[in-house]
Each structure stands twice: as C-alpha cells, then as structure tokens.
C-alpha cells in the first residue's frame, strides 16, 4: 500500500493506524509524528510564507476571511505521478486549508494508475473519530481502526467523568485572531467534554466572523486563543491585536486571569485523533483536571 496524505489530519490518522511506513508523500505541514515526517516526500507548496504576514494580511490574501477564497496551496502533480499512490487523503471541508478537492481529483486523473482518492470532511467531535474507521477500512486495517476509536472514545468519556458535576464556565474559543472568528465543528464538544459551556459557535458549525462587541455580550469567563494554523509561539506575536481592543480589560476571563494561548495545530484546528488530547488540556484549563499526560506549556499556557 502506498498512500499520499494532503491533509496535515489524514497524516495524523495514518500514525495512529501504525501505517506511516506506508506514507510516501505528505503535504509540507505534516508535522505529526515528527520524527517520521524528514523522510517522507513532499508534494505541496504554499502560494506565501504566512510566517511574514499578520493575521490581518493573510485573511486578506485567502480572500478577506480566514475560511474562504481559493485554496492557498499548489501540488506538485509530477512529484504525484512519481510516487504512484494507492491511495491519496484529501478533504473538501474548508477551501483553503489544504489542497483543493476539484485539484487533487484533475491530478489523480491524468496519473495511469488505479488511485483511490478519498475525501474526509468531520465536522463533528464523532466524524473525526469515524474517519479513524473509514480509513482504516479503506487501507485494510479496521481491526486496528476499531481498537484505536475505542481507546479515544474511552478517553473522552474519563474526560467528561472527571469534569463532571464542577462549575461550568463560559468559554469562547477564538479560531482566528483578525478578523476574530469563533472556532466552530468539534471544538464545542471539546469544550463540552471539558466541562465548559461554549459560547458563540454550536457543535459541527462552519462558522462566520465575530465583532468584538459579540464577545463582550457573550463576557466569558475563560478565553481560550487556538489560531488556525499557529503555534503558540506565532499567536503570541499578535498578542496586542486582542489586548487592544477595546473594553479587553473588563472582560471577566482577563480580569480572572482565565485567558489561554493553545496549540491550535495540533489539538484543535486539525480533525484528527490528537482532538482527543485537546479535551484533556481544556479539562487542565478549565478545572487544573489532569486526564491523560501532564498538561505541558507548549500545550498550554497563560495569555
């Protein structure tokens, strides 16, 4: 079996199946597991360098928002060919965070091979945990499929019994700094499972843009800051784009001291399996419950 991943969640989800020996071809921001990634071949390349601009100039580029417009990356159509997958991992969820589907699909059919494409498209904290399934079945390990959904599953539900019965808090999880944008699909649910009350965005939502003044009306009490596609330290650059808003200060989450940077890559943003830990930082976050590992600053960490 020879299978392409372009999407950074499919990379996630072909580890967690033990199949990464398989991998011949990834997308440039397959990060997961870093020590196999060096020596996997690359076939995709971004339009910019989203390093050297601020959230502001990359929404404009993409479109005017952080979720529409053309998608912002090419594939290298011969380094495909080359490879001859079995299968390539796709999705056709979000338009420009990752190779379109319509592209994938116009390269696969000019390759002279028998190549599966198929498209994941989660929306929910339950989809992400199906695909495990799906492309389980697809790559001829269900069994292991099964046995791993099962162990995240139990995972959540420790989760959601640690947390339970404790205070609520009311939570807004931002998912893109300027404009600000409310982090919708599964990480309601997260939070949920988390013991908080989400805010601002319901379960499996493809959301829109948010004023600022929506979050003063939602006044949460915890802030949790998970930019699509920024590590912590990235988001922590743009840290003044939130302090200098108006009215930032009376809010009850900075006056608690209860708003958090998140590492959006890798537990939040992607639906892939690591959406499991993301439940267990948010349950540290929201209650200092530990469920699974310690909770690290690189996981976690004060805004």
């Given at each position: 079996?020879?299978?392409?991943?372009?999407?950074?969640?499919?990379?996630?989800?072909?580890?967690?199946?033990?199949?990464?020996?398989?991998?011949?071809?990834?997308?440039?921001?397959?990060?997961?597991?870093?020590?196999?990634?060096?020596?996997?071949?690359?076939?995709?390349?971004?339009?910019?360098?989203?390093?050297?601009?601020?959230?502001?100039?990359?929404?404009?580029?993409?479109?005017?928002?952080?979720?529409?417009?053309?998608?912002?990356?090419?594939?290298?159509?011969?380094?495909?060919?080359?490879?001859?997958?079995?299968?390539?991992?796709?999705?056709?969820?979000?338009?420009?965070?990752?190779?379109?589907?319509?592209?994938?699909?116009?390269?696969?059919?000019?390759?002279?091979?028998?190549?599966?494409?198929?498209?994941?498209?989660?929306?929910?904290?339950?989809?992400?945990?199906?695909?495990?399934?799906?492309?389980?079945?697809?790559?001829g390990v269900r069994d292991?499929?099964?046995?791993?959904?099962?162990?995240?599953?139990?995972?959540?539900?420790?989760?959601?019994?640690?947390?339970?019965?404790?205070?609520?808090?009311?939570?807004?999880?931002?998912?893109?700094?300027?404009?600000?944008?409310?982090?919708?699909?599964?990480?309601?649910?997260?939070?949920?499972?988390?013991?908080?009350?989400?805010?601002?965005?319901?379960?499996?939502?493809?959301?829109k843009p948010m004023t600022?003044?929506?979050?003063?009306?939602?006044?949460?009490?915890?802030?949790?800051?998970?930019?699509?596609?920024?590590?912590?330290?990235?988001?922590?650059?743009?840290?003044?784009?939130?302090?200098?808003?108006?009215?930032?200060?009376?809010?009850?989450?900075?006056?608690?001291?209860?708003?958090?940077?998140?590492?959006?890559?890798?537990?939040?943003?992607?639906?892939?399996?690591?959406?499991?830990?993301?439940?267990?930082?948010?349950?540290?976050?929201?209650?200092?419950?530990?469920?699974?590992?310690?909770?690290?600053?690189?996981?976690?960490?004060?805004?």
């Open positions: 079996m020879r299978i392409v991943s372009l999407l950074p969640a499919a990379t996630d989800i072909v580890a967690e199946l033990g199949l990464v020996d398989a991998l011949v071809g990834r997308t440039h921001e397959c990060d997961w597991p870093p020590e196999a990634m060096a020596s996997i071949p690359v076939v995709t390349g971004a339009e910019f360098t989203p390093d050297d601009l601020s959230s502001r100039e990359i929404s404009e580029a993409v479109g005017g928002s952080a979720h529409s417009g053309s998608s912002l990356y090419t594939l290298d159509t011969e380094a495909l060919a080359a490879l001859c997958p079995d299968v390539v991992l796709t999705q056709d969820l979000c338009a420009v965070c990752a190779v379109s589907y319509e592209k994938v699909c116009g390269a696969v059919r000019l390759l002279d091979a028998d190549t599966r494409v198929l498209s994941l498209e989660p929306r929910t904290l339950d989809d992400v945990l199906e695909c495990l399934i799906t492309v389980g079945d697809l790559l292991r499929a099964e046995r791993s959904t099962a162990e995240l599953r139990a995972r959540l539900a420790a989760v959601a019994r640690l947390t339970a019965g404790r205070p609520r808090p009311r939570v807004v999880a931002i998912e893109w700094l300027d404009p600000l944008w409310p982090a919708g699909h599964w990480v309601p649910e997260q939070i949920t499972h988390a013991g908080g009350d989400p805010l601002l965005a319901s379960p499996g939502e493809h959301t600022w003044d929506d979050v003063r009306a939602a006044s949460p009490d915890v802030v949790l800051v998970m930019p699509c596609g920024f590590p912590p330290e990235r988001t922590l650059r743009e840290r003044d784009v939130l302090s200098s808003l108006p009215g930032w200060a009376e809010l009850p989450a900075v006056r608690a001291g209860q708003v958090w940077v998140l590492d959006g890559p890798a537990y939040f943003n992607r639906p892939g399996p690591r959406v499991v830990r993301g439940a267990e930082v948010l349950a540290h976050v929201l209650h200092g419950v530990r469920a699974g590992d310690t909770v690290t600053g690189a996981e976690a960490r004060p805004f």
